[in-house]
């Protein structure tokens, strides 16, 4: 009965290669994001989906595109990796117009990029 | 440029005391301040928060106090416990200018609570 679920866990691979990563939410929340820690665990925003739209676009390379199916799923695809992509990735969901409603976090994607 | 400062990496408590986790903002356009507590491998997990309307907030052993003034809070855990070792992150919120929440945050304060 995970609340917020991204997979995989663990992400190994090479430069240049394309690569995904899932994140499923069952908590009915409209609202869903993704976040990067990188090695200073800096916790920075990416993007941020409202019912399908994003509304939250910080400055981050062409090379990540957020895609979301639906109000449950919010997938990260990344193109081209390169070696400070390496971080871990967290998607969160929460529920919108009440400013106090807390973030979900998932237990985040360690993407390693050799 | 970082709004939200948590200027102590690591804090270590014996257990039974009390653990005093602070931070520090600039801008003066937060209105909603909240607590998040992080586990080895796990995402950080929601633990308190604070309007900006308040200067304290207590759930059980956690309290949050705001100082709008000093630009200041703090996390007061009461008794510490050695399973509140963890990693604690300050997160300030604040409108867009498209109406949109976003949270802004500190780097973290390592807690070590020894038996």
């Known amino acids: 009965d995970t609340a917020v679920s991204q997979t995989p866990k663990y992400l190994v691979t090479q430069m240049g290669n394309d690569k995904s990563i899932k994140c499923e939410q069952n908590?009915?929340?409209?609202?869903m994001y993704w976040y990067k820690q990188d090695s200073k665990k800096f916790l920075k925003i990416m993007f941020s989906y409202n019912n399908k739209e994003l509304i939250i676009n910080e400055t981050v390379p062409n090379r990540f595109s957020p895609k979301s199916p639906d109000k449950a799923h919010l997938n990260l695809h990344i193109n081209s990796l390169e070696l400070g992509d390496s971080a871990v990735y967290f998607c969160?969901?929460?529920?919108?117009?009440?400013?106090?409603?807390?973030?979900?976090f998932g237990n985040g994607t360690r993407l390693t990029v050799t | 440029d970082q709004q939200v400062k948590q200027n102590s990496p690591s804090l270590s408590v014996q257990e039974g005391r009390i653990s005093i986790l602070n931070c520090d903002y600039t801008?003066?356009?937060?209105?909603?301040f909240l607590w998040y507590k992080k586990y080895p491998a796990e995402g950080p997990t929601f633990l308190i928060s604070?309007?900006?309307i308040k200067d304290k907030n207590e759930d059980g052993r956690f309290t949050v106090f705001l100082n709008k003034s000093a630009k200041h809070l703090s996390l007061h855990i009461v008794p510490s416990q050695p399973g509140d070792s963890a990693v604690y992150f300050c997160a300030a919120s604040s409108l867009n200018a498209g109406n949109n929440r976003k949270l802004i945050w500190g780097l973290g304060t390592s807690l070590a609570v020894n038996p």
């Open positions: 908590l009915g929340h409209d609202t």
């Open positions: 969160a969901s929460s529920r919108s117009g009440r400013p106090n409603s807390p973030l979900h």
């Open positions: 801008n003066s356009m937060f209105d909603y």
């Open positions: 604070i309007s900006s």
